[in-house]
């Protein structure tokens, strides 16, 4: 286990900040960033496409400013997510993009593609795919991954239902390539207990929905808030995919989150209309009940680091 040379510089913490569909855009990237983690947004935030060049032409120049400025504390580096499904047909668009601004770490989903992994290596990239069991994540590696983010029980937004422990053990037990752990992580307890597991990162999603920066409403970043795990409901009925989001949004929408229906997986789309569904429906992971308020990202990573060391002071007394 080890964190890949290109992934090290400026990191504070081993934290990747997972990708939020409509939510992550370029000032909680770069916010992340500055404080000492792995900030990252999925491709698709960016639109119409030709707005991604926009957004990453501004993430590698502030960054690039920021370092100038503190070369004793430089930003951490940063990730862009791409949907690899048959149905986002600007993928191809958005890889040329991440090429031309040589994004140093991709995180691929929902499918794996040589074509997408080359053209990332090609360049000196790392390409990280988010699996949810082990016939995935083998299939990842064998496509050329890097690294695998494992999605357990928990997770926000599209998730698995392994515990953490199995798929950590089982992944462990024949890749020794970095692996990032998702799955209710919204504490720096949990980042040290991720990588006491065998995780050279954890991933944490939904703790960034609630902060200044995130491209939520109100009401949602509220609900991440006021919610508990007892208060996320786990369904493929909104995307075609099973995912974790909050009751209350599904009580808003008028439906009974105790009585939804099962969707077909063959209808996942990830376009304008998909993007509605996120609006309304609320992704968010069982670890939100350790969110208690809304504040900068910078105030979020630095909370983080504050429980990470003293979760390591207490463990050191047993």
């Known amino acids: 286990m080890a964190i890949p040379v290109i992934l090290r510089r400026g990191l504070r913490l081993p934290v990747i900040a997972a990708p939020l569909f409509i939510i992550s855009n370029p000032g909680l990237v770069i916010a992340q960033c500055k404080a000492g983690v792995i900030g990252a947004f999925p491709a698709l935030n960016a639109r119409p496409q030709n707005l ?4 990453l032409d501004r993430i590698t120049t502030e960054l690039a400013e920021h ?7 430089p930003a951490a580096p940063f990730a862009v997510n791409q949907i690899v499904h048959k149905s986002n047909d600007r993928l191809a668009a958005d890889v040329e993009s991440c090429v031309r601004y040589k994004v140093p770490l ?3 989903s929902l499918g794996a593609q040589p074509d997408v992994n080359s053209a990332i290596h090609g360049y000196g990239g790392l390409v990280f795919h988010d699996v949810i069991n082990q016939r995935f994540a083998h299939k ?3 496509k050329g991954a890097d690294g695998l983010i494992l999605v357990a029980t928990g997770a926000g937004g599209h998730a698995g239902v392994e515990s953490p422990f199995a798929l950590m053990q089982e992944t462990r037990a024949w890749f020794d390539g970095p692996i990032a752990l998702s799955g209710a992580i919204a504490h720096g307890r949990s980042i040290l207990a991720a990588q006491a597991l065998g995780a050279d990162f954890a991933y944490a999603g939904s703790a960034f929905i609630a902060t200044d920066e995130a491209n939520a409403a109100a ?5 991440v808030v006021d919610g508990g795990a007892a208060d996320i409901v786990y ?5 075609g995919v099973h995912g974790n989001y909050l009751r209350a949004s599904i009580i808003a929408s008028g439906l009974d989150p105790d009585n939804l229906a099962v969707s077909d997986p063959s209808a996942m789309q990830m376009n304008n209309s998909d993007a509605k569904a996120w609006r309304d429906i609320w992704g968010a992971g069982q670890g939100v009940g350790a969110i208690h308020d809304i504040v900068p990202a910078a105030e979020r990573v630095a909370q983080f680091i504050r429980e990470y060391e003293a979760a390591k002071v207490e463990l050191s007394k047993l």
Do not use: C, G, M
Request: aromatic share 12%; glycine share 0%; hydrophobic share 40%.
């Open 52 to 55: 991604l060049d926009e957004w």
């Open 67 to 73: 370092d100038a400025k503190h070369p004793e504390r």
């Open 106 to 108: 991709v995180i691929t």
């Open 140 to 142: 990842a590696i064998e």
């Open 219 to 223: 009401a949602y970043k509220q609900a």
């Open 235 to 239: 369904s493929n009925l909104f995307t």
